[in-house]
């Protein structure tokens, strides 16, 4: 296929590529405005984001590929980014045009990627961006000097201010017609001809001369595991010889690529660039404060801080409004329904299940907004600067403290922030004990078992046995969420410790429309992706609470009725099936039913408990359903059926066991989608449920043997 | 003499880098080569990991792989 036979009319496409911390993003909403498609990559969690952009007369495609340092294949961003331009990606044609986004600042480092780009021979520019900032920091890049050097065009930007955008337009439409880029240095003798049989492989097996001589040299240094050598196991003797005869020359096979391009890279720049006296340098007189030994984990701890009340406390008054509005559209279009099971089906299962996905987007926009704050403005490598010898103890990442704290609120959102850990075992471990961290959800539920059961007393001062047996509640499912991560790390996700190296990008503010842009991202991602499965479940639940209808004598009043309903239901005989289950731990079917029930969400669990006991619209403060469970008596003892130690075993159940499906949806989502996810979504119910159990166990027999049954 | 053996705000030249192919391989594709040079910035405030600036970049690297990098100290003027 060539690139001629394809009509001018077709639409153009365009690949933007470059490293991490250049402005792409950036660049990529100035060129396309808000007219963008985001979606995944199938089995992996790489977004694909793609816009279009009018070139005169012709439209484009344009895909914002994942940022990158190099093409070498390492991480599945890189993949992605190496499979797309190359043209062997199953999902997406090449581009007829690729745009490298070069950060001006750190111009050395970003060439080394241009360099590879160069290699693959397509019609190439290079956005020169953030030229402002390099111009601050002393550095003066000449465009032309820059184009002659790389053999394509080369264009100044700006990108948060739109400079020089028009000036890439025409670019990109233009450079079809230019010839194409090839490597712009050789290759010294005894390295040409250690790769030669290798390129003439590469050759053979279809690759273009200029594509065989890049991977040639791309495959001397990359590991054992490259895609490339595992889809044609005939190169690994090759590549053996090749290396072989490297180190006979006196070469570092592993690092000879690096040295070639970087020996052409400082000829370059001694040639582009002029150094003039920098000016101020804001971002270290930034980190000495941010990274200082003592008051850059007290700044840390003070956003962190402002980020748990945000997602916490801020977000409530919005999820109240999301709710009640959902709930009076509802119940607008309920009174037109007849009464009976339509009505039901509409206000109790599909308005219940579409707030149950609504209430969860002002957390995650929240969440997200904040994360992009940090991201954007370069805090984000600091933290995990700071933080990566305290979590380095329990086997996870730095960056995985901040979904760990999300937690805290909410799994949904915090599941949804694992996405900027970048290894895959530590990303997994990270998700699988997120739902250890007590959740807002579990707060009604320790509200009604604290408040019914452990006596208002102080233990010392303005210290209260109740308040200190909620703290206990979440420090044992924070103990808990550490400990499964250090063990998970150390057996299931077991891998090769990563090194950890990281840029720490200049302080920059942040893009007030990329951030948004980037929110509408997730949330949209949310609502499309987990959104769908929260509601078909919710729907689900509703309709085990309500069938099979149980003919209830007429004149019965409407709280009795609902419980009676309940009790015929599928979900109520489950309940009474699973008592001899749940009895030695201390629990009867009533409480069965309401833990089955709380699969919709944790805090239905009150409600659940209300219905059963004939108080409606029962929540976790109502009197009236604190004095029943109170006077509630075991019908075959006449014993109180609830007693304190009771209320322990419950709340301890519920900081282990993972009754939330919008968490399962959002993780097996996460976890890859598709049979794999929904494996990884049942191995965490699973073992929490077993741990639930358990522990539910120990405590209840162990009271009862201490004697305070 | 390794970069993790430098004081902050002390510099140097790499000499060679040593440890796994692949680490070699990454930290050459972000410039530290043989003749790179190189300063040790910072040490976060737990000891590990360290801030060093290469090239005009700051980068972050565990102890562990600072210790693979050998370099030949800087006088400091």
């Not at chain 1, 503010?509 to 987990?530: I, S």
Request: charged share 20%.
């Amino acid at each position: 296929m060539s690139g001629g036979a394809r009509a001018a009319t077709a639409p153009l496409r365009v690949a933007l590529v470059g490293n991490p911390n250049t402005g792409k993003s950036t660049l990529f909403n100035a060129l396309t405005g808000l007219r963008q498609k985001v979606a995944n990559y199938p089995g992996v969690t790489v977004e694909r984001i793609e816009g279009r952009l009018r070139l005169g007369d012709r439209v484009a495609t344009v895909v914002d590929l994942p940022g990158t340092y190099s093409l070498t294949a390492q991480s599945p961003d890189e993949a992605i980014a190496l499979e797309t331009l190359e043209g062997t990606s199953p999902h997406a044609p090449p581009p007829d045009v690729i745009v490298a986004v070069v950060d001006a600042v750190h111009l050395e480092r970003n060439l080394f990627l241009c360099s590879q780009l160069l290699e693959l021979g397509r019609p190439m520019v290079v956005a020169l961006n953030q030229v402002d900032l390099a111009a601050a920091a002393g550095l003066r890049i000449d465009p032309v000097e820059l184009t002659l050097a790389l053999g394509v065009p080369v264009v100044a930007t700006v990108a948060t201010r739109g400079e020089g955008l028009d000036l890439l337009r025409h670019a990109i439409a233009r450079a079809p017609e230019l010839p194409r880029p090839q490597r712009p240095w050789s290759l010294p003798d005894d390295v040409a001809a250690a790769l030669q049989p290798l390129q003439r492989a590469l050759e053979n097996l279809g690759y273009a001369p200029g594509v065989a001589a890049f991977e040639a040299l791309r495959l001397i240094g990359a590991p054992d595991d490259d895609p490339r050598l595992t889809a044609h196991p005939e190169l690994c003797p090759l590549r053996t010889e090749a290396q072989r005869q490297l180190r006979a020359a006196g070469r570092n096979p592993a690092s000879v690529e690096a040295e070639l391009r970087y020996a052409w890279i400082d000829d370059v720049v001694r040639r582009a660039v002029r150094r003039e006296h920098p000016g101020r340098r804001w971002t270290d007189r930034i980190d000495a404060v941010v990274l200082h030994r003592v008051a850059g984990p007290i700044l840390f701890l003070l956003l962190m801080g402002l980020l748990f009340q945000a997602i916490f406390a801020w977000a409530e008054p919005v999820m109240n409004v999301v709710e009640s509005v959902v709930n009076s559209l509802g119940w607008a279009i309920a009174s037109l329904l007849p009464l009976g099971e339509l009505r039901s089906l509409w206000t109790d299962g599909i308005v219940a299940g579409v707030g149950a996905v609504l209430v969860f987007v002002p957390q995650i926009a929240i969440l997200f907004l904040f994360l992009g704050l940090l991201e954007d403005s370069g805090y984000m490598a600091r933290a995990a600067f700071l933080l990566d010898r305290l979590m380095r103890g329990v086997g996870l990442p730095g960056r995985a403290f901040v979904p760990l704290l999300s937690g805290y609120a909410c799994a949904v959102p915090a599941v949804l922030a694992t996405r900027t850990i970048e290894d895959r075992r530590d990303r997994l471990a990270t998700i699988l004990v997120i739902p250890f961290m007590s959740c807002s959800a579990r707060l009604p539920i320790y509200t009604l078992l604290i408040g019914t059961f452990v006596p208002a007393v102080s233990v010392a001062g303005w210290i209260s046995l109740q308040g200190l047996t909620l703290l206990g509640m979440y420090l044992l499912g924070t103990g808990t969420a550490l400990g499964v991560a250090a063990l998970f790390k150390r057996t299931l996700l077991r891998g090769r410790p990563r090194p950890l190296i990281l840029e720490l990008p200049p302080y920059r503010w942040p893009n007030p429309r990329t951030l948004v842009v980037q929110v509408g991202h997730r949330v949209a991602l949310f609502l499309r992706r987990a959104g769908t499965v929260i509601l078909a479940l919710s729907v689900v639940l509703w309709a085990l609470a309500t069938y099979p209808r149980a003919r209830v004598p007429a004149g019965t009043p409407p709280g009795q009725a609902s419980e009676f309903q309940l009790e015929q239901s599928v979900l109520g005989r489950a309940g009474r099936a699973i008592e001899p289950l749940v009895r030695p731990i201390g629990f009867d079917w009533k409480i069965g039913v309401s833990i089955l029930s709380s699969l919709a969400a944790r805090e239905v669990f009150v409600s659940t408990m209300g219905t059963i006991y004939g108080v409606g619209d029962a929540t976790e403060t109502s009197p009236a359903l604190r004095d029943k469970l109170r006077a509630a008596r075991d019908p075959a003892t006449g014993r109180p059926a609830y007693t304190p130690l009771v209320a322990f075993a419950l709340m301890v159940f519920y900081v282990y066991a993972l009754m939330c499906v919008s968490t399962i949806a959002v993780v097996a989502r996460e976890t890859g989608g598709g049979r794999i996810g929904w494996r990884w979504a049942a191995f965490q119910f699973a073992f929490m449920l077993a741990l639930a159990y358990v522990a539910a166990l120990l405590v209840y027999q162990g009271g009862r043997a201490l004697g305070w049954g | 003499m390794t970069l993790a053996s430098l004081s902050p705000g002390a510099r140097g030249r790499v000499r060679r880098v040593e440890g796994q192919a692949e680490l070699q391989r990454r930290l050459a594709e972000l410039g530290i080569l043989p003749g790179a040079r190189v300063e040790l910035v910072r040490v976060a405030p737990l000891g590990d990991p360290l801030e060093v600036r290469v090239r005009g970049t700051l980068l972050t690297l565990r102890r562990r792989e600072a210790a693979c990098i050998e370099i030949e100290p800087e006088v400091a003027a």
